[in-house]
């Protein structure tokens, strides 16, 4: 390990970097904030050959995807006045994450992960549970069969219907027609299989936003192939653990963005930290270079989050997110250390999804004793703080809350031409798997292919050799 690191590339604090030919593949430019995404190309960027420098504004890895440490960092970054009480121990004990999100444990990070193997750097921790709100209340999702069959969330016909969609479910397999059942999966709308399973409101409910994770209800008027993999995917991811289909690196996200860091700095790539971007040197409507203290770093493709691009960027929305410390963990988990609750839309007549995610000192990101409670979710109205008090009423009583409304900005310059390839700002979802696909549509858009795991490992022995895999 310590000779391929010695063989691989640097991280620089200043100075100018160079390629063989002076000229990077890739380029990779951070700003606070939004920065796990190009964290991880990067890193698949290097694994695959090319020749990636990365620069950062920060003197730290991954923007906004970073975690905050100590807690007075935490006070000061949100305004705070004063520190915080000696009621909240140390501050060192702190790792808050800015934006915190759960590995699906089939998912698509945690494959790219382990592909990269960037699982040598981390830690997990299964998340305890995952619950979904119904009438003021909060209830386990039920994803087995005997979930189903023990769950108070439905009634005893309701339970059997449902028990046998989930066996459906299990069963289905688009390459095999035997398993559709008279189903269309290309053409039938779940809306349509739903009323096959004759599942009520609240049934659907949970199905498509805590087991499928859908954010609204557009879902339902689309094929079904799509959802039925999607809820395949929370039962596999399930079954690998027991307790919920989510992970949780012990020290918090920050982690990631380190992790990968260190993989391109193995397979060559730069690492550049406190070095401040001055200007996108285009010549002929193409991306050649980036201008960083008047001296330009030539490169062929440039990827880099909307705050370097304003007029290659559309505003899409607003985030509002709530961190609350607390002292206890949430009433009706059974006192887990950690949880996601998924508040459906209809429940709250809203159109998008209010979400909740709940860690604590088991994974070492709070003070012994103290959990960290995010809720987040889609701005719908000029008052976001009334928008998310359902999921703040869980909380309580809160210790101290700290509020961030965040705009979202997606891509209009997908790069075909200019060879700039920027990301979308992370949404209200606690999970990873959105980012996953931004991920893999840059990759497309990049490289002109799928991102396909398989293909990926080949080329990674055809480069480094089977040996050094090991």
Not at 195 to 202: A, R, S, Y
Not at 380 to 400: W, Y
Request: charged share 25%.
């Amino acid at each position: 390990m310590g000779s391929r690191a010695a063989r691989g590339g640097t991280r620089q604090r200043g100075g100018r970097p160079e390629g063989e030919d002076g000229t990077w593949a890739v380029f990779t430019a951070l700003r606070d904030p939004f920065s796990a995404a190009e964290c991880i190309l990067s890193g698949i960027m290097s694994v695959n050959g090319k020749k990636v420098l990365h620069m950062d504004r920060n003197s730290y890895y991954g923007g906004e995807s970073a975690s905050i440490t100590p807690l007075e960092d935490l006070y000061k970054r949100f305004n705070l006045p004063g520190t915080p009480p000696e009621s909240m121990g140390r501050g060192r004990d702190w790792n808050v994450d800015l934006i915190p999100k759960f590995l699906m444990a089939n998912g698509q990070l945690v494959k790219m992960l382990l592909y990269t193997e960037v699982t040598r750097y981390l830690d997990f921790k299964v998340i305890e549970g995952s619950f979904v709100y119904k009438g003021g209340k909060i209830y386990k999702v039920p994803s087995t069969e005997a979930e189903a069959l023990a769950s108070s969330l439905m009634g005893l016909f309701e339970k059997r219907r449902f028990r046998k969609f989930l066996v459906y479910v299990a069963n289905f397999d688009e390459n095999d027609p035997r398993t559709f059942e008279g189903v269309d999966p290309k053409k039938t709308t779940m809306r349509d299989v739903y009323k096959k399973f004759d599942l009520g409101q609240d049934v659907i409910d949970f199905t498509g936003h805590a087991l499928a994770l859908y954010r609204t209800d557009d879902y339902l008027d689309q094929p079904c192939q799509e959802t039925i993999n999607r809820i395949k995917l929370y039962s596999e991811s399930l079954a690998r653990y027991g307790k919920s289909p989510y992970l949780y690196p012990l020290y918090g996200l920050g982690e990631l963005p380190q992790g990968f860091a260190r993989l391109s700095a193995i397979y060559g790539g730069t690492y550049m930290l406190n070095k401040p971007i001055e200007e996108i040197v285009i010549e002929n409507g193409k991306v050649v270079g980036v201008k960083s203290e008047g001296e330009v770093a030539r490169c062929k493709q440039l990827i880099c989050d909307p705050s370097y691009v304003s007029d290659r960027v559309t505003k899409v929305g607003q985030v509002i997110r709530v961190i609350c410390i607390l002292s206890h963990p949430i009433k009706n988990t059974n006192d887990a250390n950690s949880c996601q609750i998924i508040i459906p839309q209809n429940q709250v007549n809203r159109k998008s999804d209010i979400y909740v995610c709940m860690i604590s000192s088991a994974h070492n990101v709070a003070a012994q004793g103290k959990y960290i409670a995010i809720a987040s979710t889609t701005v719908e109205t000029a008052d976001p703080e009334k928008e998310i008090k359902p999921a703040l009423d869980l909380l309580e009583p809160i210790e101290q809350k700290f509020v961030s409304i965040s705009d979202l900005f997606a891509p209009t310059d997908l790069g075909t031409e200019s060879q700039i390839f920027i990301s979308r700002t992370y949404d209200a979802t606690t999970h990873f798997e959105t980012t996953c696909d931004d991920i893999k549509d840059i990759y497309k858009r990049m490289m002109g292919s799928e991102f396909d795991f398989e293909e990926m490992k080949r080329k990674k022995n055809d480069i480094y050799g089977e040996e050094e895999q090991q």
